[in-house]
């Protein structure tokens, strides 16, 4: 990994301000499980377009709320981890500018990352059709006593602040394109580069790196791909860089 991070590294010296483009794998080493590793991906056994979907909380709200619930209650009480807090120091020393993510944690504001676009909403609110807002933890708590939440308002159904498979995307995701048109390099980190269409933000910036465990399908298109976990390699960026003083 070393020999790999230092090209990083040096690419990064060449390109400052590049975008960072984050996906579930930086934040399973806090505990948050992705969907698509092997055997531990949380959809192991189950395809997330078809259970996490418009026509499925539509359709089967019980088992849309039931699948929402136990993938990302934990997320609540998670905490950044080593590759947040790399992230987020490189980018305050100007080593690297937006964060994009796909995820929905808040954990790279909580590590102190100062811009940050989710492509893909958030988990803070749910809202009814009518319009009502309300916190989504709340929400959940709710499926202690029933199957399906509602809108405290009103009784009508809710919608996580969240983009479903089969959804508009966020406005965030328009502002991504534009940044990244503007970008010599993007930093794609813990993404299997699977979901369409986040996957293309990969592709807009003159450069691509790449820092994942497992291959993905624009490996051969990247500068550089640093193969293994997020933390130790964004770590070891930021020591490269940044040198060790905290
Ligand atoms: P994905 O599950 O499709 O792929 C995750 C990738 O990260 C895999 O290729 C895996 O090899 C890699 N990976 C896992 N742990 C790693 C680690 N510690 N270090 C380095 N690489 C690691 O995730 P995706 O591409 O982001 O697409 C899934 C969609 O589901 C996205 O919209 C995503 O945001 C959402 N999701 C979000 C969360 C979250 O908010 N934390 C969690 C699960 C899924």
Redo the contacts with the bound molecule.
């Keep these: 990994m070393d020999e790999a991070v230092d090209r990083l590294a040096a690419l990064l010296l060449a390109c400052p301000g590049a975008v960072v483009l984050t ?7 806090s505990g ?6 092997p055997g531990t ?2 959809y192991a056994n189950d395809d ?1 377009a078809e259970v996490l979907s418009v026509e499925a909380l539509a359709r089967r709200p019980e088992r849309f709320w039931g699948f929402f619930a136990s ?2 209650e934990g ?1 609540y009480g998670a905490q950044p981890n080593a590759g947040h807090v790399a992230l987020a120091r490189l980018a305050q020393a100007g080593h690297v500018g937006t964060i994009v ?5 808040d954990l790279h504001e909580r590590a102190g990352s100062p811009e940050v676009l989710h492509v ?1 909403g958030h988990l803070r609110t749910a809202r009814c059709r009518r319009g009502h807002v309300h916190g989504l933890e709340q929400a959940l708590g709710q499926l202690q006593a029933r199957p399906v939440p509602v809108c405290p308002d009103c009784a009508g159904p809710i919608k996580p602040d969240v983009v479903l498979f089969g959804d508009q995307m966020s406005p965030d995701f328009e502002r991504a394109i534009a940044r990244l048109h503007d970008s010599d390099l993007v930093l794609v ?7 369409y269409p ?1 996957n293309q933000l990969a592709f807009l910036a003159r450069r691509l790196a790449i ?4 291959p ?1 399908p624009a490996d051969g298109r990247a500068s550089v791909v640093v193969r ?4 130790e390699a964004l770590s070891a960026l930021a020591m490269v860089l940044l040198g060790d003083d905290r």
């Design positions: 996906g579930a794998g930086i934040s399973t080493e948050i499980p992705d969907f698509r590793s991906g949380i997330p993938s990302f997320s993510t796909q995820n929905i944690d893909h980190v813990g993404s299997s580069l699977a979901v986040a820092i994942n465990r497992d993905t293994g976990s997020a933390g």
